[in-house]
């Protein structure tokens, strides 16, 4: 998928970017990949600044692929 290649470079370019993690968990998500998406949504949530409105969204996308906190 072009968007997670581009979530990948993104990444390499910047491996904080917090951001980038959740976009592409949300690909891999999309295409079934629940365990990498769900890898990838606690990379996120390891990334993001205090705050951010997107952790409790994260959190529970994490929970409805099966995954824990």
Do not use: C, V
């Not at 979530?7 to 390499?12: D, G, K, S, V």
């Not at 370019?13 to 990838?40: D, T």
């Not at 994490?62 to 906190?69: N, V």
């Amino acid at each position: 998928d072009l968007a997670i290649a581009d979530y990948n470079q993104a990444i390499q370019l910047n491996p904080q970017y917090s951001y980038a993690y959740y976009a592409r968990g949300f690909a891999l998500a999309k295409l079934g990949s629940n365990q990498e998406a769900i890898s990838n949504f606690k990379l996120f949530l390891q990334y993001a600044t205090p705050g951010d409105s997107f952790i409790e969204t994260t959190k529970q996308l994490i929970r409805k692929l099966g995954g824990t906190i």
